[in-house]
């Protein structure tokens, strides 16, 4: 059936492997007569194209030489006997082809398809271009014609459809292929499908929602032709937060929870203020509706609560009780925080570490293995890396994490026993024995300092009211994307901004 991959609260949407969808074809290819399985996909691209361009004079559809060509091929030919007027380019042999691209290449030719050896001019916005050249058995980085094809594509003013996955873009990460190798980066001139619409075959791809998948493959539709992918082999899935219940009437400060955020360097120390990183998160966390927050600055005393922030508590180090709050640390710790750490991992019951608190741990073993031990004595915590911080704390580079972000956070989680939030574009959250949920909120207004502190602070605000750090870290991360998401447009979005759109 076919859909948009939107999730609602009640249903998560899994997302599998390129090996789980082999394995479906497989299946299928047993019980299923011979060429029933491409007529399905080529009849499903073909009703989303009509959809989508219902008054295209000319639908471009590029053919790889395998079976995702085939499927364009099927297309070819269901769209010719819709009406519509097909243009097909085709880089395979039929010779090599498999059975069932033969056959829906006859098919095609038999519709009267037209078939061209290059792309057609003079495609309008009110025109398509289907993407069937690779799809998920990408290898290596498209050369040659293929390239040129794709380039042509892109250039195109008419918008693209890609079947299965954009080609280029690998199906499992969401990293690019170039000369074998993957990559996190678009560069100038990749042979990258960038599609305003995506159509994804038997299963939902991760690789379509993190990394560059955001970026190349436009809005999402899923038809598993009738063949549903079973739920306990997914990789990650997609979830929608429920709205969030009304607060008791009969309720006081202390049913939401006590944060106390424990960061912001001084400038006295190494010239190198970062206090707004501490506030940015508390205030974060005061928005979000905690019952109290208790500010700790690590800047020997230098500042006082600002007017704005008069609900704001400032605190010492020594008079904060750990035990009994939802510690959130790091966010503008720089070195200072180094002498506080100890404590920290030692005595809070309820810890979010960010930032450079992560840094530290990362570059001292006595750190790590306390951040460790809080896992056998079942306290949670939540680290929220980005990618150079994920990486510090695996001994590698940030290029290493965001080409393969699901098999990086769940490093970090065999690694620490926490749950982590990854994050960059379709953050990653995961835990101990649970699915990784990739996060479909936010937008790239995000890019910009201090966002992340006001995510720390969010996460301190739910960890403290909701037992299971996993749910509080998936509620968060989604709550912190949608306020972006539904910032008015005409105004500059700082984290200030940001956390002060947050919702109790």
């Keep these: 059936m076919l859909r948009p991959a939107v999730p609602d609260p009640s249903r998560p949407l899994p997302l599998h492997a390129v090996s789980a969808t082999r394995a479906i074809e497989a299946a299928a290819a047993a019980i299923l007569p011979p060429h029933t399985l491409m007529q399905r996909a080529g009849l499903a691209v073909a009703r989303l194209a009509r959809a989508l361009a219902p008054h295209a004079r000319t639908i471009w559809i590029a053919c790889g030489p395998g079976n995702n060509g085939g499927d364009g091929l099927e297309a070819a ?20 082809a498999s059975p069932d691209t033969r056959a829906s290449l006859a098919r095609a030719q038999a519709a009267g398809v037209g078939f061209a050896p290059a792309p057609p001019d003079g495609l309008t916005p009110r025109d398509l271009c289907i993407d069937a050249l690779l799809g998920i058995g990408a290898r290596r980085a498209p050369q040659g014609r293929m390239a040129e094809w794709i380039a042509a594509m892109n250039a195109s ?20 292929l170039i000369s074998g190798a993957q990559s996190d980066h678009l560069a100038p001139g990749s042979s990258v499908i960038h599609a305003k619409f995506t159509l994804s075959l038997l299963t939902l791809k991760p690789g379509l ?51 106390a955020v424990i960061g912001g360097e001084g400038l006295a120390r190494r010239g190198r203020g970062m206090t707004g990183a501490a506030q940015l998160a508390a205030t974060a966390a005061l928005h979000a509706g905690a019952g109290r927050v208790m500010l700790c600055l690590l800047d020997e005393g230098a500042l006082s609560a600002l007017p704005e922030q008069a609900e704001l508590m400032l605190r010492r180090f020594e008079a904060i009780d750990p035990q009994r709050s939802t510690v959130v640390c790091g966010c503008g710790g720089g070195e200072a925080v180094q002498t506080v750490l100890p404590e920290v991992l030692e005595h809070s019951a309820r810890l979010v570490l960010d930032a450079d608190a992560l840094n530290r741990i990362a570059a001292d073993a006595e750190l790590r293995t306390r ?37 990086a956070a769940r490093a970090l989680v065999a690694a620490f026993g926490c749950t982590v939030i990854l994050k960059g574009s379709g953050s990653i959250i995961a835990a101990p024995d649970r699915t990784p949920v990739i996060n479909t909120t936010g937008n790239a207004r995000l890019a910009t300092g201090g966002t992340g502190d006001v995510l720390a602070g969010l996460c301190g605000a739910r960890l403290a009211v909701v037992p299971d750090p996993f749910e509080a870290a998936v509620t968060a991360v989604q709550e912190h994307g949608a306020a972006a998401d539904h910032f008015p447009p005409a105004q500059a979005l700082t984290a200030l901004r940001l956390a002060q759109a947050l919702q109790p």
């Design 77 to 96: 030919a269901q769209l010719q006997g819709l009406g519509s007027s097909v243009v097909v380019t085709w880089l395979g042999d039929p010779d090599r």
């Design 157 to 176: 003013a008419a918008p693209t459809l890609a079947v299965d996955v954009p080609t280029g873009l690998s199906a499992d990460t969401g990293s690019t």
């Design 209 to 259: 929602f993190t990394a560059l998948g955001r970026d190349t493959a436009g809005t999402v539709w899923w038809d598993d032709l009738d063949m549903p992918p079973p739920a306990e082999s997914a990789v990650a899935e997609l979830r929608a937060t429920p709205p969030r219940p009304p607060r008791p009437q009969a309720s006081h400060k202390g049913h939401w929870g006590d944060i």
């Design 371 to 407: 951040l460790q031990r809080r896992q056998q004595s079942h306290r949670a915590t939540v680290l929220t890396p980005h990618p150079l911080e994920a990486a510090r704390l695996l001994g590698t580079d940030a290029h290493s994490v965001q080409a393969d972000r699901i098999a």
